[in-house]
């Protein structure tokens, strides 16, 4: 039983790790119950597309960092950064 | 102080260079019939204080908490009381501090919409905010138009630059410009990048405009010079950022561009280099091997130069804008009516 408010902080992804965030491993298809310690690092179904960086077939200027960044934004962190553009 | 004669104020907060490069623009295009006053926490305002010292410039300490700075932008706005307030980028503030005040405000409320993250557009609810609180959506170039071009208040200028081109020289004075902006951590790509131009291709003049000589970087060909449009006449290639101003302004120059688009908290790089790539001559990279490689190729391509037979500084027509929203505003009765 997880305490309330706990989110898994697991990394999970295709081509991007972000914040599982699930509230309980059970039933989780990434993590396969909590058995996997890092689902994105070790996924097995990419074909190739190793990251971003690195999209079999596509330019490699299609996705950089940036867009990993983009999409791996916490959903929490707006508004409290001062310096950010 | 009427209403008609009160002064504009222009919030620029942000990181980097963008934010206050392009209030600085609008503000030196409506100096001569408007008094206007800038309001940065930008770590570069110093440098910009002192190539403009004609700018009102308040700059806040960029160290500051963040409560500490939502504070004082609240007491800056009352203090002022502008007759008009046009904020740049963040709808609600950067930090949402303008989300409780704009609202009540007797000025007229003008946004600069630059292109947003739609998370964070969609998390905080800004589409149904801006809808109902800006009088005046201003898209400081077409491929800048985002979110909020579909609202009946948005109005597309040319892009704002803080120099009108100029033709530029025959030859280039230097063959390869490195302009570092950014993030003091991006400094040292930068200077990466220097390093790899000298050492593979020691023929190649380059010089590298940062606000510090970033290292990696000799002493000798580091310039410390703001605005970096300033040198773009010089430069037969330039090397930069895919922010705001290095994009559109080497657009407007018709200067080839090799951009390393950088991840930004709100800002979308990538989106805004690709977008130019379909434009103008534009490369996309991502390390400094990759930037001094593609520097050497595009030298090499480089035909007959064109001129800038016309352009027209997208800060004339916002500035013309903003009047005319202030004007009609001023005219209009007290109470709004529901049905325009």
Known sequence: MNPEGWKCPRRVGFLFPHECERTTPDGCVDCNNGQVGDPFAQRTDRYGYNDYDRYRGRNPNDFTEADGENLRRSRSRYEDDMTAS | ?340
Not at chain 2, 165 to 177: A, C, D, I
Request: charged share 20%; proline share 7%.
């Open chain 2, 1 to 340: 102080m009427a209403r008609r004669n009160r002064p504009w104020l222009i919030y620029a907060l942000g990181g980097g260079w963008g934010h206050l490069t392009r209030a600085a623009s609008l503000a030196r295009a409506a100096k001569q019939r408007h008094r206007v006053r800038v309001l940065s926490n930008s770590q570069y305002a110093r440098q910009v204080a002192s190539a403009t010292p004609e700018l009102d410039l308040v700059a806040l300490d960029p160290s500051l908490e963040a409560a500490e700075v939502r504070r004082r932008v609240i007491e800056e706005i009352e203090v002022f009381d502008p007759g008009c307030l046009i904020v740049d980028t963040f709808p609600r503030g950067l930090g949402g501090e303008l989300a409780g005040l704009i609202a009540s405000m007797t000025a007229t409320r003008v946004l600069v919409h630059r292109d947003l993250s739609p998370r964070y557009v969609a998390q905080c609810g800004l589409r149904s905010f801006v809808q109902s609180v800006y009088d005046l959506i201003l898209i400081p170039g077409e491929n800048e138009a985002g979110v909020f071009a579909d609202l009946p208040a948005a109005r597309i200028t040319k892009p704002w630059l803080i120099r009108d081109p100029t033709p530029r020289q025959r030859r280039g004075k230097y063959s390869v410009l490195v302009c570092a902006s950014g993030n003091a951590t991006e400094l040292a790509w930068y200077g990466a990048t220097v390093s790899n131009l000298q050492t593979l291709y020691p023929s190649v003049d380059v010089r590298c405009v940062a606000p510090v000589c970033p290292p990696g970087c000799l002493k000798d060909c580091w310039i410390a010079h703001w605005p970096a449009a300033d040198l773009y006449p010089a430069a037969r290639v330039v090397i930069g950022g895919a922010g705001y101003n290095t994009i559109h302004e080497c657009l407007c120059w018709e200067i080839p561009l090799i951009a390393r688009p950088w991840p930004r908290k709100y800002d979308r790089q990538w989106l805004r280099a690709r977008r130019a790539a379909k434009l103008g001559s534009v490369r996309i990279v991502k390390t400094p091997e990759e930037a001094a490689h593609a520097a050497v190729r595009q030298l090499k391509e480089l035909r007959v130069r064109r001129r800038i037979v016309s352009f027209e500084n997208g800060t004339i027509e916002a500035a013309a804008l903003i009047e005319h929203a202030c004007a009609r505003a001023f005219s209009a009765p007290p109470f709004r009516s529901a049905y325009p």
